[in-house]
């Protein structure tokens, strides 16, 4: 059964922080790079931080230094530690194996939106 439960999402004020959360099927998981998505109103789905398998982790420039990627490979998890949150993280979040694309299956996301 494929499944991306994406959870974590909610208000906060800029600066703040959010931990997202996401459970995936063993079949999108395992051995699979992983990332975090988001998509703001009106704009297309960016890629924001993914990791390989063994750990090792890359970052869109705006969220480097501020964002942290994890996966858990016991428990076909991964988490997005954000901070110092701005407006322009606003967004839905999805997490997906690096490089789906649209036709590919997708988890509801989960919402975060920063605003004072």
């Known amino acids: 059964q494929v499944r991306l439960v994406e959870t974590g999402g909610g208000l906060v004020q800029p600066g703040g922080s959010l931990r997202l959360s996401c459970a995936a099927s063993r079949s999108i998981f395992t051995g699979a790079i992983m990332a975090w998505y988001r998509q703001a109103p009106g704009k297309q789905r960016e890629l924001v931080a993914r990791?390989?398998?063994?750990?090792?982790?890359d970052y869109k420039d705006s969220v480097e230094g501020r964002f942290t990627i994890a996966r858990d490979n016991a428990k076909n998890t991964i988490d997005l530690q954000m901070n110092n949150l701005q407006p322009e993280d606003t967004g839905t979040y999805y997490c997906n194996k690096y490089l789906a694309v649209a036709k590919d299956y997708w988890g509801q996301g989960t919402q975060v939106t920063v605003s004072s």
């Open positions: 990791i390989t398998w063994r750990g090792l982790s």
